[in-house]
């Protein structure tokens, strides 16, 4: 059982890494609000769920994780929100 949540916590902390990766890489001068929009979803939902992840490992306390990953504020206030898909 410790080694599944090893291997998520470390599948999910890639997960993190390559979003973060993502946001950094970006180009604001091409001007895609909306790409740039998903990307910050898509980080959203990975480091909510490695947040997940940490927490069934026992480790609650995620302030050195966010200052690790460089995990902006913009990410850290979507963390468990549902948007509505819009038609």
Not at 7 to 24: C, D, F, I, N, T
Not at 50 to 68: L, N
């Amino acid at each position: 059982m410790l080694a599944e949540k090893a291997s998520a916590l470390g599948h999910h902390g890639r997960l993190v890494e390559q979003a973060m990766a993502a946001l950094r890489t970006f180009d604001p001068a091409a001007g895609d609000a909306e790409a740039r929009l998903k990307l910050v979803r898509q980080a959203a939902r990975h480091v909510w769920a490695y947040f997940v992840q940490r927490e069934a490992c026992g480790m609650r306390d995620h302030r050195q994780v966010i200052k690790d990953y460089g995990i902006p504020g913009e990410v850290l206030v979507r963390l468990g929100a549902a948007e509505t898909l819009q038609k």
